[in-house]
């Protein structure tokens, strides 16, 4: 019987608490399957790497903008469904942008955040590093049992620390910076679009005060480029969102599950700490097996597509013109087509390091050299000091479908 929206194959929920278990279920159905969201909503799930790679380079017939929505226009998805801003984000974006308007977004955010401009953020990130080590050592000397919480202590501090500094935000408002940003991926929130206004008007507020008192971050060189490049006050905002999600919740994410994978293979870490492999092999490998992003919202139809153009493999399967699909990365990193029969297995000598993490074609992660930097700089030094590091007890998720992440990761430094 062929697939389609009606019969979704799967429920992903906030609360499963193995998100790779659900991948591999998808997984089991083929390529491109229907899958039925928290709320309701159902969607194809394109799970196969090569089918979410397909999708991903082909704007035309998969666009961004959810002005092609069909069930959203109809009617048939509630307003207060609590993952409306990430599936249809308001206002105009990168994220929600196709073609022409796309590039012209995105390009001030290439000026402003250029490789030359990340490289130089080197000394920062790692006198940042090596300041946070320093507190997570005297926090483990004052604990009783001498383990501490490696998420609120290292990984959540370290990318806000850096992005807080491209956009120049105060050291003091970084929690609530992120606190506001976090709200967004909360599946269990009554209402995404309050949390998404909430956060809009504090970065509008941010970029006012930049504005006034202009300095040498992100912001102010976004906002002194020529005035054809120059974003509208609105548009400038709503950059800043992918800015935040680019540089913090990517590399959060992507720190604790690096941690957790390194700890557990001594062996692999011998090589890394040894260098016979190199840190940053660490940092790819831990992209394509325990993707930071899970399933990422959303493009939709511009008109029927069969499946087979998509994936010999989804013969059968027809997206009808305005069908929503979302692309499962996490999924996508372990798909035994692309990686073989090991693709389940971490191992940092892999030799096709390649991968689909940071995304693929027009809409690649503008912070992907960011995430790198910190990431590699952090683990080196993470365990060149304590190359015994080990985790404690449970590791809980975060209850949402759409990122890979913990609340919390004991430590015990070793």
Not at 80 to 90: G, M, Q, R, T, Y
Not at 285 to 311: C, K, L, Y
Not at 345 to 359: L, M, Q
Request: with cysteine; proline share 7%.
């Amino acid at each position: 019987m062929a697939l389609n929206l009606s019969r979704p194959v799967h429920q992903l929920d906030p609360l499963s608490p193995d998100l790779h278990e659900d991948a591999t279920k998808m997984r089991g159905h083929g390529p491109l399957v229907p899958v039925e969201l928290p709320g309701g909503v159902v969607m194809w799930g394109v799970v196969g790497d090569e089918a979410g790679r397909n999708i991903l380079k082909d704007n035309a017939r998969f666009a961004k903008s959810p002005k092609y929505w069909r069930a959203l226009h109809e009617g048939e998805i509630p307003q207060d469904w609590p993952l409306l801003s990430i599936a249809a984000p308001s206002g105009n974006s990168v994220v929600n942008a196709d073609g022409p308007e796309h590039r012209k977004l995105r390009r001030p955010l290439a000026q402003a955040l250029t490789a030359r401009r990340v490289e130089a953020l080197t000394p920062l990130v790692t006198s940042l590093v090596e300041r946070l080590l320093e507190d997570l050592e005297k926090a483990a000397r004052a604990s009783e049992d001498g383990v501490v919480d490696f998420r609120s202590l290292f990984a959540w501090p370290l990318p806000m620390g850096v992005i807080g500094y491209l956009l120049g935000v105060d050291e003091a408002d970084h929690a609530e910076l992120g606190r506001l940003y976090n709200a967004l991926f909360d599946d269990t929130l009554s209402d995404g679009r309050n949390a998404e206004l909430s956060l809009h008007s504090w970065l509008d507020a941010h970029v006012a005060r930049i504005e006034r008192e202009p300095g040498d971050d992100l912001v102010s060189a976004m906002l002194a480029l020529p005035e054809e490049d120059r974003l509208p006050r609105e548009d400038l905002v709503v950059a800043l969102y992918v800015v935040l999600a680019a540089g913090h919740e990517t590399t959060t994410h992507l720190l604790l599950n690096a941690v957790r994978a390194l700890s557990a293979r001594p062996e692999q870490l011998g090589l890394l700490l040894s260098g016979e492999v190199p840190w940053e092999n660490a940092v790819e490998e831990t992209m394509r097996w325990d993707s930071p992003t899970a399933n990422f919202f959303t493009r939709f139809a511009t008109e029927d597509v069969d499946g087979a153009q998509i994936h010999p493999d989804a013969a059968g399967v027809r997206i009808a013109k305005g069908d929503p699909v979302f692309v499962s990365y996490i999924s996508m990193g372990r798909d035994p087509e692309r990686y073989g029969p090991t693709a389940g297995e971490f191992d940092v000598r892999r030799g096709d390091a390649a991968h689909t993490g940071f995304g693929y074609g027009a809409h690649f992660c503008i912070g992907a050299p960011l995430a790198r930097l910190e990431a590699g700089i952090a683990l080196e030094r993470i365990f060149a000091r304590w190359p015994e590091l080990s985790v404690v007890g449970e590791v809980p998720r975060s209850p949402t479908i759409v990122v890979n992440s913990h609340t919390r990761l004991d430590v015990r430094l070793k």
